[in-house]
């Protein structure tokens, strides 16, 4: 079974790209892009929930978002390291689902797994193109084309590059939050989101009609990408300057 695809959404902890970027992956699946998953940890120093119960829940989400390909490396949870070990375990894990597009977290963050996550997943796609690293019998090099971060959640936010309309995919995203009942059931403040005593469902839906109030749509999810956008015809140009 091939697990090459389009689109890879790369984070720290099971539940993190449903939170940051769900509706996104949601609505390239969609599209009829082939959309995948690398959960970098098994979750297992979470303070609510097992490793195994989050396993099945993952995998819930996942067919819920539509994504083809959940793959897990298996790293330490709450101890993720920007190392040669770790570098070597992501370029394998790239070579085999050669994505042309790679959303990663924030380099920011106040999850130190969030900032680890961001770095060492976008140094291993750098290193993933290089031929003589770890060259690896069956697995060319290869290099994503394109690396978005997503910035939701962000408690000191920079100007997204772009926001993702997700209106129309905005139930599917929380159906694929909701699959992680033991994180978020009657939690009124999951780790990575500001305790404020708000319903976190509430909240999350509070957020995304925020993001999306940014390009005057119902429900969003903001990108920051380090490149200039590039546009083929201004008549094109979306969300109205005044
Ligand atoms: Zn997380």
Do not use: W
Request: aromatic share 6%.
């Amino acid at each position: 079974m091939t697990e090459t695809v389009d689109l890879l959404a790369i984070a720290a902890h099971r539940d993190d790209v449903e939170l940051t970027c769900g509706g996104t992956l949601a609505r390239a699946a969609r599209a009829g892009h082939v959309v995948g998953i690398l959960d970098l940890t098994r979750g297992e120093m979470g303070t609510r929930g097992s490793a195994s119960v989050r396993e099945r829940e993952a995998a819930a989400a996942a067919r819920v978002l539509g994504a083809r390909v959940r793959l897990n490396a298996d790293l330490p949870d709450a101890h993720l390291a920007n190392d040669e070990a770790t570098r070597v375990r992501l370029v394998e894990l790239v070579r085999r689902t050669r994505p042309r597009v790679v959303i990663l977290p924030f380099p920011v963050g106040r999850h130190p797994d969030h900032r680890v996550a961001s770095a060492v997943a976008r140094d291993a796609c750098y290193l993933a193109g290089l031929a003589k690293y770890h060259a690896t019998p069956g697995h060319e090099p290869h290099r994503p084309f394109k690396i978005l971060y997503a910035l939701a959640y962000r408690e000191d936010p920079v100007r997204p590059t772009f926001v993702v309309d997700i209106s129309e995919v905005f139930d599917v995203k929380m159906e694929a939050i909701r699959c992680y009942a033991s994180q978020f059931d009657g939690a009124i403040a999951a780790g990575e989101i500001v305790p404020t005593g708000q319903d976190l469902y509430e909240l999350i839906r509070v957020q995304a009609a925020h993001y999306g109030s940014l390009i005057r749509k119902p429900y969003g999810e903001p990108f920051f990408t380090h490149g200039t956008m590039e546009v083929d015809d201004v008549m094109g140009i979306g969300v109205q300057s005044m």
